[in-house]
Structures are given as structure tokens and as C-alpha cells.
Nanobody, 121 residues
Framework: QLQLVESGGGLVQPGGSLRLSCVASGFPLEYYSIGWFRQAPGKEREGVSCIGSSGRATDYANAVKGRFTISRDNAKNTVYLQMNSLKPEDTAVYYC??????????????WGQGTQVTISS
């Protein structure tokens, strides 16, 4: 059974950076596309970024293009989300998920528990 664990969240000031990690166990991550999603209080869960199983294909939500970078290291069963130039509106719980490529959460079958990201001065 594939399990995902996110880490790397925290409190940073606007303009700062964070790197989130998503570590898989129980099954090789290389067979899955991985997506990062976020959910702010009172808002729907939204797709942030996704990466194909080989790492060649990536996609980003318009709100994070040019600021966030997704990458993966299949040898370490880990996917990363580098977040730069963070804004208060990036504040949310961030989740990683494994499934089919895309930014729609319905295509993902396995989810982590989430990590809180708070951007505030």
C-alpha cells in the first residue's frame, strides 16, 4: 500500500522560500505521476503542480508559474516542490498525491496528510 508523507512546511515572510518534500513508502513512486495540491481555509482544494512518472512532464497552476518548481528523485522515492517568492495568498495546507497526471484532484488515488504553509510578516 502506497503511503505518502509531506514535510517542509512552516512560517515564512512574504518573498521567502520553502521546499516541500513528499516521501513515498510501500510501493515504488516511479510508477505514479505526482501532484501537489493546496487548500486554504474556506476554499476548495486546488492543483498547484504535477510531474509525470519519469519527471519529463510538468505542469503548474497559473498562480504559481515562475515561482514554484516541481522535481522528483525516483531513487529516493521523493518528490519536491521548491516554492520561491512566496505570497500571503500561498498560505494553505499542501498535500501531495499519487495517481494520473494532471491538476485535477479526482485523478489521484493516494494522498498524504498535508503540511501547513503560512506566509505572513
Amino acid at each position: 500500500q502506497l503511503q505518502l508523507v509531506e514535510s517542509g512546511g512552516g512560517l515564512v515572510q512574504p518573498g521567502g522560500s520553502l521546499r516541500l518534500s513528499c516521501v513515498a513508502s510501500g510501493f515504488p513512486l516511479e510508477y505514479y505521476s505526482i501532484g501537489w495540491f493546496r487548500q486554504a481555509p474556506g476554499k476548495e482544494r486546488e492543483g498547484v503542480s504535477c510531474i509525470g512518472s519519469s519527471g519529463r512532464a510538468t505542469d503548474y497552476a497559473n498562480a504559481v508559474k515562475g515561482r514554484f518548481t516541481i522535481s522528483r528523485d525516483n531513487a529516493k522515492n521523493t518528490v519536491y516542490l521548491q516554492m520561491n517568492s512566496l505570497k500571503p495568498e500561498d498560505t494553505a495546507v499542501y498535500y501531495c498525491a499519487a495517481g494520473k497526471y494532471g491538476l485535477e484532484y479526482a485523478t489521484y488515488s493516494h494522498w498524504g496528510q498535508g503540511t501547513q504553509v503560512t506566509i505572513s510578516s
